[in-house]
């Protein structure tokens, strides 16, 4: 027996093939995006990761740096009172005597320096 196929046979048996391998491409093209898209993803998360320790790095620097300018401000406020207190003390004596002087004499109004 003669394995005759129709033609019209041929072509329905055609059509479920690539059918078949059109539904095979559109899986294999479907994973792909998944895996893309998961990919994508995992760069965006590693991405923020790398961005948050570099801002806390930055942040943490600048913490640093406004620090040492703050030690600077309080080192220079006490170098400056320190050289006033040297450009008084000759004349506390005097000061003192004057007020002491002032005081006991009852000439605490009007007074004048």
């Keep these: 027996m003669i394995d005759a196929t129709s033609p019209l046979q041929a072509i329905h048996q055609k059509e479920l093939a690539l059918r078949r391998q059109v539904e095979e ?3 294999r093209a479907e994973a ?3 895996a893309a898209c998961q990919e994508a993803e995992n760069v965006i998360a590693q991405a923020n990761r790398e961005g948050q320790a570099e801002a806390e790095a930055i942040f943490q620097q600048g913490l640093e740096e406004a620090r040492q300018q703050a030690e600077a401000i309080v080192a220079a ?9 040297l450009k008084a003390a000759p004349r506390l ?3 003192a005597e004057r007020i ?4 006991l004499a009852g000439e605490n109004t009007n007074v004048r320096f």
């Design 77 to 85: 406020a006490y170098d400056e009172a320190a050289t006033l207190r």
């Design 100 to 103: 002491v002087t002032l005081v």
């Design 93 to 95: 004596d005097e000061v």
């Design 32 to 34: 792909q995006i998944q």
């Design 25 to 27: 491409a559109h899986c």
